[in-house]
């Protein structure tokens, strides 16, 4: 029987750095660990300007601490393609900015800190795919842009548990609650 020594200094090491790891495969941890990272703070930067009206996309006079509504503007007169009417309908309602909002913060901790990857995953590729129908047809391609490859990444790094690497993701699926519901991962 192992002992409890034993055992922590096993999984320790397994934890920095897998057993039989070959260069390749810690390169490409570290890789997708910076993509995951540079992606949440993507989201998470986008939700900061509209919250706080930073001055990149918002002004601070338009942001949401101040009266504004985070997707009134784009969303009323950004819009184009087939789903415009369902878009400037929602434009500004207070539900809509409310989840556009919880969304943008919610995945960019998650990606940034590499928890929830799979919830991350859906909900910022759904995120994402819908922006991209607020712009249909895409500005530079007849149906490809940004938005799609970004759903793609998020997929790809929930797959590849890259929340693993400079991420809390090993210690995510240790607590009961995530091990109870693995959908949580």
């Known amino acids: 029987m192992e002992t409890m020594a034993a055992t922590i200094e096993r999984t320790t090491a397994n934890t920095i750095a897998p057993s039989g790891e070959t260069t390749r495969q810690k390169a490409t941890r570290y890789v ?14 986008a939700f900061l300007d509209k919250m706080f009206g930073l001055g990149h996309s918002t002004e601070a006079k338009n942001a949401w601490i101040e009266g504004g509504s985070p997707t009134k503007g784009f969303l009323a007169f950004g819009t184009a393609g087939p789903f415009k009417g ?10 809509a900015d ?30 994402l795919v819908m922006m991209w ?14 938005h799609l490859i970004y759903a793609a990444v998020l997929a790809v790094l929930a797959l590849l548990g890259a929340g693993d690497t400079f991420g809390l993701g090993r210690a995510w699926k240790r607590l009961p609650i995530v091990q109870r519901f693995p959908w949580l991962i």
């Open 32 to 45: 997708l660990a910076g993509i995951r990272i540079a992606l949440g703070w993507t989201f998470l930067w």
């Open 86 to 95: 369902f878009y400037t309908e929602i434009a500004g309602a207070a539900w």
């Open 98 to 127: 409310w989840l556009f909002m919880a969304g943008l913060a919610a995945i960019g901790v998650a990606l940034i800190l590499g928890i929830g990857m799979r919830i991350a995953a859906v909900a910022g590729g759904l995120l």
């Open 133 to 146: 129908t607020a712009v249909l047809p895409p500005e530079n391609n007849p149906f490809m842009d940004d």
